[in-house]
Protein backbone atom coordinates (compact mmCIF):
# COMPACT_ATOMS: atom_id res chain seq x y z
CA UNK A 1 0.00 0.00 0.00
CA UNK A 2 1.66 3.14 -0.99
CA UNK A 3 0.38 6.49 0.92
CA UNK A 4 1.08 10.29 0.49
CA UNK A 5 1.24 11.88 4.02
CA UNK A 6 -1.38 15.01 3.32
CA UNK A 7 -0.54 18.29 4.85
CA UNK A 8 -3.38 17.96 7.40
CA UNK A 9 -3.73 14.74 9.10
CA UNK A 10 -7.00 14.10 11.33
CA UNK A 11 -7.43 10.97 13.23
CA UNK A 12 -10.49 10.17 15.68
CA UNK A 13 -11.55 13.75 15.29
CA UNK A 14 -8.10 15.33 16.00
CA UNK A 15 -6.45 17.23 13.54
CA UNK A 16 -2.90 18.94 13.56
CA UNK A 17 -0.72 21.05 10.81
CA UNK A 18 2.29 19.17 9.64
CA UNK A 19 5.58 20.66 8.38
CA UNK A 20 6.28 20.97 4.96
CA UNK A 21 9.32 17.49 5.53
CA UNK A 22 9.31 14.88 7.71
CA UNK A 23 12.44 13.47 9.19
CA UNK A 24 12.64 9.68 8.41
CA UNK A 25 14.93 8.19 11.23
CA UNK A 26 17.16 5.39 11.90
CA UNK A 27 15.44 3.79 14.52
CA UNK A 28 12.38 5.60 16.25
CA UNK A 29 13.51 7.85 18.43
CA UNK A 30 17.14 7.75 16.70
CA UNK A 31 18.99 10.20 14.60
CA UNK A 32 17.32 11.82 11.33
CA UNK A 33 18.84 10.00 8.37
CA UNK A 34 17.06 11.68 5.46
CA UNK A 35 14.11 14.35 5.11
CA UNK A 36 11.45 13.74 2.46
CA UNK A 37 8.56 16.22 2.05
CA UNK A 38 4.97 15.51 3.09
CA UNK A 39 3.63 14.75 -0.09
CA UNK A 40 6.16 12.18 -1.20
CA UNK A 41 4.82 8.58 -1.56
CA UNK A 42 6.01 5.76 0.85
CA UNK A 43 4.92 2.65 2.27
CA UNK A 44 4.17 1.52 5.46
CA UNK A 45 6.41 -1.55 5.84
CA UNK A 46 6.04 -1.70 9.83
CA UNK A 47 3.70 -0.38 12.64
CA UNK A 48 5.41 -0.10 16.08
CA UNK A 49 3.06 2.37 17.92
CA UNK A 50 4.11 5.64 18.12
CA UNK A 51 6.34 4.73 15.17
CA UNK A 52 6.00 3.33 11.69
CA UNK A 53 9.29 2.21 9.53
CA UNK A 54 8.41 3.44 5.88
CA UNK A 55 10.03 2.42 2.38
CA UNK A 56 10.14 5.52 -0.19
CA UNK A 57 11.32 4.65 -3.37
CA UNK A 58 12.90 7.09 -6.16
CA UNK A 59 15.74 7.40 -8.48
CA UNK A 60 19.02 9.50 -8.24
CA UNK A 61 21.04 10.54 -10.82
CA UNK A 62 24.44 8.89 -10.71
CA UNK A 63 26.46 12.15 -11.33
CA UNK A 64 24.84 13.15 -8.09
CA UNK A 65 27.29 10.54 -6.14
CA UNK A 66 30.63 10.08 -5.25
CA UNK A 67 32.06 6.89 -4.75
CA UNK A 68 31.41 6.65 -1.18
CA UNK A 69 27.47 7.08 -1.59
CA UNK A 70 27.61 3.93 -3.23
CA UNK A 71 26.75 0.80 -1.47
CA UNK A 72 29.02 -2.38 -2.26
CA UNK A 73 27.16 -4.53 -4.14
CA UNK A 74 27.62 -8.61 -3.63
CA UNK A 75 27.58 -10.65 -6.08
CA UNK A 76 25.72 -14.44 -6.63
CA UNK A 77 28.35 -16.95 -5.40
CA UNK A 78 29.92 -18.64 -8.43
CA UNK A 79 31.71 -22.57 -9.24
CA UNK A 80 34.97 -22.79 -10.13
CA UNK A 81 35.95 -25.62 -12.32
CA UNK A 82 39.05 -27.45 -11.73
CA UNK A 83 41.16 -30.76 -12.88
CA UNK A 84 39.91 -31.89 -9.34
CA UNK A 85 36.91 -30.36 -8.63
CA UNK A 86 35.39 -27.66 -8.10
CA UNK A 87 36.41 -24.32 -6.01
CA UNK A 88 33.05 -22.09 -4.75
CA UNK A 89 33.46 -18.36 -4.37
CA UNK A 90 30.90 -16.70 -2.30
CA UNK A 91 30.53 -12.73 -0.52
CA UNK A 92 32.33 -10.92 -3.64
CA UNK A 93 31.83 -7.27 -3.48
CA UNK A 94 34.20 -4.52 -4.77
CA UNK A 95 34.52 -1.07 -3.22
CA UNK A 96 36.54 1.72 -4.12
CA UNK A 97 40.11 1.36 -3.48
CA UNK A 98 43.15 3.33 -3.20
CA UNK A 99 43.13 3.85 -7.22
CA UNK A 100 40.37 1.49 -8.74
CA UNK A 101 38.48 -1.02 -7.12
CA UNK A 102 39.43 -3.71 -4.59
CA UNK A 103 37.24 -6.97 -4.96
CA UNK A 104 37.18 -9.19 -1.52
CA UNK A 105 35.53 -12.83 -0.80
CA UNK A 106 35.52 -16.05 0.24
CA UNK A 107 36.68 -19.46 -1.73
CA UNK A 108 35.87 -22.42 -0.24
CA UNK A 109 37.38 -25.54 -1.52
CA UNK A 110 35.31 -28.08 -2.37
CA UNK A 111 37.74 -30.06 -4.74
CA UNK A 112 38.12 -33.16 -2.08
CA UNK A 113 42.07 -32.04 -2.32
CA UNK A 114 44.12 -29.75 -0.54
CA UNK A 115 45.86 -27.42 -2.74
CA UNK A 116 49.39 -25.59 -2.04
CA UNK A 117 49.23 -22.82 -4.06
CA UNK A 118 46.13 -22.47 -6.64
CA UNK A 119 46.17 -19.00 -8.98
CA UNK A 120 43.00 -17.93 -10.32
CA UNK A 121 42.13 -15.09 -13.15
CA UNK A 122 38.89 -12.71 -11.90
CA UNK A 123 37.46 -10.49 -15.00
CA UNK A 124 35.67 -7.68 -14.42
CA UNK A 125 32.29 -7.08 -17.27
CA UNK A 126 30.22 -3.61 -18.06
CA UNK A 127 26.57 -3.98 -18.29
CA UNK A 128 27.48 -4.35 -22.22
CA UNK A 129 29.31 -7.39 -21.86
CA UNK A 130 32.35 -5.40 -22.74
CA UNK A 131 35.45 -6.43 -20.49
CA UNK A 132 36.79 -3.78 -18.03
CA UNK A 133 40.03 -5.17 -16.44
CA UNK A 134 41.14 -8.58 -16.04
CA UNK A 135 43.58 -9.89 -12.64
CA UNK A 136 45.29 -13.02 -11.32
CA UNK A 137 45.03 -13.81 -7.95
CA UNK A 138 46.78 -16.79 -5.52
CA UNK A 139 45.40 -18.36 -2.75
CA UNK A 140 47.90 -20.72 -0.39
CA UNK A 141 47.20 -23.61 1.18
CA UNK A 142 43.78 -24.25 0.62
CA UNK A 143 42.89 -27.30 2.64
CA UNK A 144 40.10 -29.33 1.35
CA UNK A 145 36.47 -28.87 3.00
CA UNK A 146 38.03 -24.80 3.77
CA UNK A 147 37.76 -21.62 3.23
CA UNK A 148 39.88 -18.57 2.79
CA UNK A 149 39.08 -14.87 2.29
CA UNK A 150 41.05 -13.62 -0.85
CA UNK A 151 41.54 -9.57 -2.16
CA UNK A 152 42.01 -8.18 -5.70
CA UNK A 153 43.14 -4.80 -6.38
CA UNK A 154 41.99 -3.17 -9.57
CA UNK A 155 43.64 -0.47 -10.67
CA UNK A 156 41.26 1.14 -13.32
CA UNK A 157 38.00 -0.24 -12.44
CA UNK A 158 35.75 1.35 -10.66
CA UNK A 159 32.85 -0.77 -8.32
CA UNK A 160 29.41 1.37 -10.38
CA UNK A 161 31.11 0.01 -13.68
CA UNK A 162 31.34 -3.50 -12.76
CA UNK A 163 28.06 -5.75 -13.67
CA UNK A 164 29.24 -9.03 -13.53
CA UNK A 165 32.66 -10.58 -13.09
CA UNK A 166 33.61 -14.32 -14.05
CA UNK A 167 36.60 -16.28 -12.14
CA UNK A 168 38.53 -18.78 -14.04
CA UNK A 169 41.01 -21.60 -12.45
CA UNK A 170 44.77 -20.80 -14.00
CA UNK A 171 47.19 -23.31 -12.00
CA UNK A 172 47.58 -25.46 -8.73
CA UNK A 173 51.14 -26.65 -7.15
Not at 47 to 63: L, N, Q
Not at 87 to 109: D, H, M
Not at 121 to 131: E, H, I, P, T
Amino acid sequence: MILILPAVISVSGFSADKPEKVMIRAEPAGKPIAVIKTDTPFEITEDAGEWVKVTVTGWVSRSELTATDQMPKTYPDQKIASPHGEFTITGVTFVPGEVGSQCSGIIRNTTGKSSTVVTYLLKCFSADGRQLESSYFTVNKLQKGKEKPFTVDLRYTRPHEIFTFTVSYETSF
